[in-house]
């Protein structure tokens, strides 16, 4: 062991890459894809560093070719969920006394793994599994994974720094141990990064951690991780089990040693979990922590003095990219009457040019929704806007003969409460209310007051203070805020991610907030001369 004090290297948020026609990084990752499309990946579980079978399979299929069956996945009974937990609380002892530097480099390794000779196998597992096209793969697979491992190695030395004043004759420490018991991390299908985050955040802090990823992501969840493994993460750190969320969390939240939820799902879900807490609370050792994002129905409000082409542009990225699968997408915009004929125009033109298809084809825009239950979810909510008297301005179409594919549209309500401007769809769909100019105080208060979330939104204006207007009338409304720029894009280290209200504890993946919510603080202090007599000053004669 290293005699002395040591710092990791400072992280940068890792480049993008662009994959333009003719540069290297596009020939190598169309190499990496056309290899994968041929394959069928076989995903075990993976339980104190074996890999095992479950009680079944599941086939995952690629969302815009679904007839092409890119993993084979062992789903797990409640045996192994049981044997993922004693494997990680066997590892437990020995990862907890791991020193951080030790537990670091680990993770540091797993990040310059991903900057290179994992890049391609990453990107390439998530835009087949999970639809994305090379620019959102690049951006969450590759750059936010890294990102998230080098940050979060950085906020826990930041919190190990943090010790209190010790007095003359004393000496006050704060001793920074992992929870006491196992973590169960859930994650999502939309984000490979998630899905590494999740477990690896509590595993930095020296927790042990059982983490079941959607069946939807199982194929790049099995190359993260594969990537744990090559970075030599020690076995029974982070135990894999694919399969039923349900029944994994019912094996492991009824758990003595249940010590905290890592999850990133529907509000649904993350309130029944939550349910699932208090009803065993009387089993467990310890108050467990429940840390969790659930969700959005983001916002855009343009005042009159916002310019039209940049927000034309952040409407389209905000709600379209990924077919807007993201807790962040835009998928409520409120509009002033005054710029409304102009912006429609730009808005139909743009939307008009998006190309949807197979993201395997690198220049592809948008890729297909999910499954066929997002399919059918948004086909419905289009089909039944229409019927309701909702205008489609663009888009409309669906098709599921090939792929999953639902084209991206634009919905405009004469009313702000229409059920498409209230209720989350996670799909291509933009909901448009257009209000009277003069109505720009109602409307701030409609914003916030509209939805039960509060993840993301955007305002746009040139008025300064109609910003700070803003800023003011919508501080509950988003966790996220952007001032004329789109409600999606957080970069680690740069805005931290995360909000409240039904968008779940707000604990901020991407920052030492949520680090510090994986660790069980003890504070020390010892005494050099202790006293010999019991009486004080004030007892004397």
Known sequence: MIDGRTSAPLPINEPVLSYAPGSPERASLEATLRRMEKETAEAPLVIGGEERKGEGTFGQVSPHRHALRIAEVQSAGREQVEDAVKAALDAAAEWAATPLQERAAIFLKMADLISGPWRDRLNASTILGQSKSVQQAEIDAACEFADFLRFNVHFAERIQEEQPFSPEGMWNRMDYRPLEGFVLAISPFNFTAIGGNLPTAPAIMGNVVVW?????????????????????????????????????????????????????????????????????????????????????????????????????????????????????????????????????????????????????????????????????????????????????????????????????????????????????????????????????????????????????????ARDRSVLAQADEVLRQAAGNFYVNDRPTGSVVGQQPFGGARASGTNDKAGSLFNLVRWTSPRAIKETFAPPTDWRYPHMGG
């Open 212 to 460: 079941k990823p959607s069946e939807k992501q199982a194929l790049s969840a099995h190359y993260t991780m594969e990537l744990f493994r090559a970075a030599g993460l020690p076995d029974g750190v982070i135990n894999l089990v694919h399969g039923d969320g349900a029944l994994a969390a019912d094996v492991c939240m009824a758990q003595e040693s249940f010590a905290g939820l890592h999850f990133t799902g529907s509000s649904t879900v993350l309130k029944s979990l939550w349910r699932k807490a208090g009803e065993n609370l009387d089993r467990y050792r310890t108050f467990p922590r429940i840390v969790g994002e659930s969700g959005g129905k983001d916002f855009i409000l343009a005042h009159p003095s916002a310019e039209v082409e940049p927000l034309v542009t952040a409407i389209v990225r905000g709600a379209f990219e990924y077919q807007g699968q993201k807790c962040s997408a835009a998928s409520r915009a409120y509009i002033p009457r005054s710029l409304w004929p102009r912006l429609k125009e730009q808005l139909v033109a743009e939307v008009e040019q998006l190309t949807m298809g197979d993201v395997g084809d690198l220049s592809t825009f948008m890729g297909a929704v999910i499954d066929a239950g997002a399919f059918k979810r948004h086909r419905d909510a289009i089909e039944q806007a229409r019927e309701d008297g909702l205008e489609v301005l663009v888009g409309g179409g669906t098709d599921d003969s090939e792929g999953w594919f639902v084209e991206p549209t634009v919905l405009v309500s004469d009313s702000p409460w229409h059920t498409t401007m209230e209720t989350e769809l996670f799909g291509p769909i933009l909901s448009v209310y257009v209000y009277d100019d003069a109505n720009w105080d109602e409307t701030l208060k409609l914003v916030n007051s509209t939805s039960p979330y509060a993840l993301t939104g955007a305002v746009w």
